[in-house]
């Protein structure tokens, strides 16, 4: 662990500055959750609309008192099995959380990463710290270090480099502001794992008409080629002529009429191919293609979060 880089990068999270940070999902762009002018520069960088709240995240459980008033009963018991872990939970706030995190809602969320350097980070800049996904608004997350630095190594004053992420997906958010428990987001904690524990949980992922969390929207994550979810060797012929990169989820065999291909999971793992997600896409986005074929996952397990960034990253309708 670079203790010299993770004590530099608190030093400037005390001081007001913002800096990019490993998560075991993706990396995030912190600033100092009670300083509201840090976090105004969190969402310049990013571009990021003011309407579209932030995740905030504590480096010790002691400090979620700091943001919320309790915690029902049901968080509690998904706090103790997930975190540290991919799992996001929204409750209602302490007054004093600065309203340009939670975009003048009544509810914070927040969560506890799974990554040694920045719960040291965390605890010494001694402020829960916030953290939307480190890419421009609406472009995919970024997964390494060097995502972070080719998108925004110029705006920002510091990246605590972690290596890669081993998830690759964003955290689970799971809303407890309502009389039911309800899925926001899906992530990197399967929905199955969460309704293992606390019963049936509501999905509210699809409410694009004002989004209570707008990475819901429905152009999310979007690369900037266009992805077309759909595989079959009749769409495949369909765009012969043109440039056409293939996403693959496991090992498609000899295809010689397509060219590249990523291939997520050799053997069709759902956690391996989570974790490859965002770089592949990226690859296959810097190739000057004109559209990326995306073989669809299975919906079980962490195939829902997957193939639901596959579908906002798709533009349907854009080519044809
Ligand atoms: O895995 C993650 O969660 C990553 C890493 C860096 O921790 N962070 C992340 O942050 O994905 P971001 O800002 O890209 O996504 C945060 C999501 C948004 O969709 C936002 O709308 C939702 O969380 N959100 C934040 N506060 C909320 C609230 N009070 N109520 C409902 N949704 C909220
Ligand atoms: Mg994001």
Same mark, same amino acid.
């Given at each position: 662990m670079n203790e010299r880089a993770i004590h530099k990068a608190a030093d400037i999270i005390k001081r007001g500055g913002i800096v990019a940070f490993p998560t075991e999902t993706v990396y995030g762009l912190g600033a100092d959750a009670f300083n509201p002018m840090a976090v105004a520069r969190v969402f310049e960088v990013k571009q990021r609309p003011y309407f579209d709240p932030l995740i905030v995240h504590i480096g010790d459980l002691s400090e979620i008192n700091k943001l919320i008033k309790e915690i029902p009963y049901d968080a509690g018991r998904l706090i103790e099995c +997930?975190? @540290? %872990?991919p799992l996001t939970i929204v409750l209602f706030k302490k007054e004093n959380v600065p309203d340009i995190v939670t975009s003048g809602l009544q509810t914070v969320a927040v969560r506890m990463p799974k990554h040694e350097m920045t719960l040291k980070l965390i605890k010494l800049s001694g402020t829960p710290v916030v953290g939307p996904s480190a890419n421009p608004f609406g472009y995919l997350s970024p997964t390494k270090a060097e995502h972070v630095r080719e998108q925004l190594g110029d705006q920002i004053d510091f990246i605590l480099d972690g290596g890669p992420c081993e998830v690759g997906l964003e955290s689970t958010i799971i809303s407890f502001v309502e009389k039911n428990p309800k899925l926001l987001r899906p992530g990197g904690i399967p929905l199955e794992e969460i309704e293992a524990i606390i019963g049936k949980v509501e999905i509210d992922v699809n409410n694009h008409k004002n989004p209570s969390a707008p990475g819901m929207l429905p152009k999310h994550y979007a690369p900037r080629t266009p992805i077309l979810l759909e595989w079959s060797q009749k769409t495949i012929r369909k765009y012969r002529d043109k440039k056409v990169g293939l996403l693959a +989820?496991?090992? @498609? %065999? @000899?295809?010689?009429?397509?060219? @590249?291909i990523e291939v997520l999971s050799k053997n069709g793992d759902l956690r391996e191919a989570a974790a490859n997600l965002f770089t592949a896409i990226r690859r296959l986005d810097?190739? %000057?293609?004109d559209l990326i074929l995306a073989e669809p996952v299975p919906e079980v397990g962490l195939g829902r979060a997957i193939m639901d960034r596959l579908q906002r990253a798709s533009h349907k309708g854009a080519i044809n």
């Amino acid at each position: 662990m670079n203790e010299r880089a993770i004590h530099k990068a608190a030093d400037i999270i005390k001081r007001g500055g913002i800096v990019a940070f490993p998560t075991e999902t993706v990396y995030g762009l912190g600033a100092d959750a009670f300083n509201p002018m840090a976090v105004a520069r969190v969402f310049e960088v990013k571009q990021r609309p003011y309407f579209d709240p932030l995740i905030v995240h504590i480096g010790d459980l002691s400090e979620i008192n700091k943001l919320i008033k309790e915690i029902p009963y049901d968080a509690g018991r998904l706090i103790e099995c +997930f975190w @540290p %872990g991919p799992l996001t939970i929204v409750l209602f706030k302490k007054e004093n959380v600065p309203d340009i995190v939670t975009s003048g809602l009544q509810t914070v969320a927040v969560r506890m990463p799974k990554h040694e350097m920045t719960l040291k980070l965390i605890k010494l800049s001694g402020t829960p710290v916030v953290g939307p996904s480190a890419n421009p608004f609406g472009y995919l997350s970024p997964t390494k270090a060097e995502h972070v630095r080719e998108q925004l190594g110029d705006q920002i004053d510091f990246i605590l480099d972690g290596g890669p992420c081993e998830v690759g997906l964003e955290s689970t958010i799971i809303s407890f502001v309502e009389k039911n428990p309800k899925l926001l987001r899906p992530g990197g904690i399967p929905l199955e794992e969460i309704e293992a524990i606390i019963g049936k949980v509501e999905i509210d992922v699809n409410n694009h008409k004002n989004p209570s969390a707008p990475g819901m929207l429905p152009k999310h994550y979007a690369p900037r080629t266009p992805i077309l979810l759909e595989w079959s060797q009749k769409t495949i012929r369909k765009y012969r002529d043109k440039k056409v990169g293939l996403l693959a +989820f496991k090992d @498609p %065999g @000899p295809l010689d009429s397509i060219n @590249p291909i990523e291939v997520l999971s050799k053997n069709g793992d759902l956690r391996e191919a989570a974790a490859n997600l965002f770089t592949a896409i990226r690859r296959l986005d810097q190739l %000057g293609l004109d559209l990326i074929l995306a073989e669809p996952v299975p919906e079980v397990g962490l195939g829902r979060a997957i193939m639901d960034r596959l579908q906002r990253a798709s533009h349907k309708g854009a080519i044809n």
